[in-house]
T-cell receptor
């Protein structure tokens, strides 16, 4: 595997379900990110982990819970989601301090909440 | 506040040149990125500008003017496969990327 991988690619879940999204980067980067991409809206940064520490949490509802067990893996745990949470969830990684800072994205998980 | 503006949609002809503009207002600036995103796929990195001027990379070039809060992406010799969304993103004061809504480019024969 190369680059950034995400599983599953598609997920349909009810509002009472609990599921997790997984991201793995094979680039040796030290920072990982979760983004939400909804139709007609900019990419929204949700969480940032740098050197496995959470450094950013952009006012994301508590029904989204990230976990970064090591620098290569990132999870997003989901529970009691709402229909408006349906979106494409993208994971990215980058090398920081030093750079070069450009972020490499995974293919995303298309989430539908019913 | 932080704001990044790009046109929503553009149309161009195969073989032509197209310029996609981006204006930004952010509380800090540590560089500007352009990404390409085909429908249903991940964004892929195209270019990075941190100093004023033009960066050329094959058929794609990107320009930055920090004093004007302005950048453009220039695509030459357009091909059908260039039909995609083009995302402008600024590395702001918090050193995290702020994205625009993207410009959907349609290349016609």
């Amino acid at each position: 595997e190369t680059g950034v991988t995400q599983t599953p690619r598609h997920l349909v879940m009810g509002m009472t379900n609990k599921k997790s999204l997984k991201c793995e980067q094979h680039l040796g980067h030290n920072a990982m990110y979760w983004y939400k991409q909804s139709a007609k809206k900019p990419l929204e940064l949700m969480f940032v982990y740098s050197l496995e520490e959470r450094v950013e949490n952009n006012s994301v509802p508590s029904r989204f819970s990230p976990e970064c067990p090591n620098s290569s893996h990132l999870f997003l745990h989901l529970h009691t989601l709402q229909p408006e949470d349906s979106a494409l969830y993208l994971c990215a990684s980058s090398q920081e301090n030093p750079g070069p800072y450009e972020q490499y994205f995974g293919p995303g998980t298309r989430l539908t909440v019913t | 506040g932080q704001n990044i503006d790009q046109p929503t949609e553009m149309t161009a002809t195969e073989g032509a040149i197209v310029q996609i503009n981006c204006t930004y207002q952010t509380s800090g600036f540590n560089g500007l990125f352009w990404y390409q995103q085909h429908a249903g796929e991940a964004p892929t990195f195209l270019s990075y500008n941190v100093l004023d001027g033009l960066e050329e990379k094959g058929r794609f070039s990107s320009f930055l003017s920090r004093s004007k809060g302005y950048s453009y992406l220039l695509l030459k010799e357009l091909q059908m496969k260039d039909s995609a969304s083009y995302l402008c993103a600024v590395n702001g004061a918090t050193n995290k990327l702020i994205f625009g809504t993207g410009t959907l480019l349609a290349v016609q024969p």
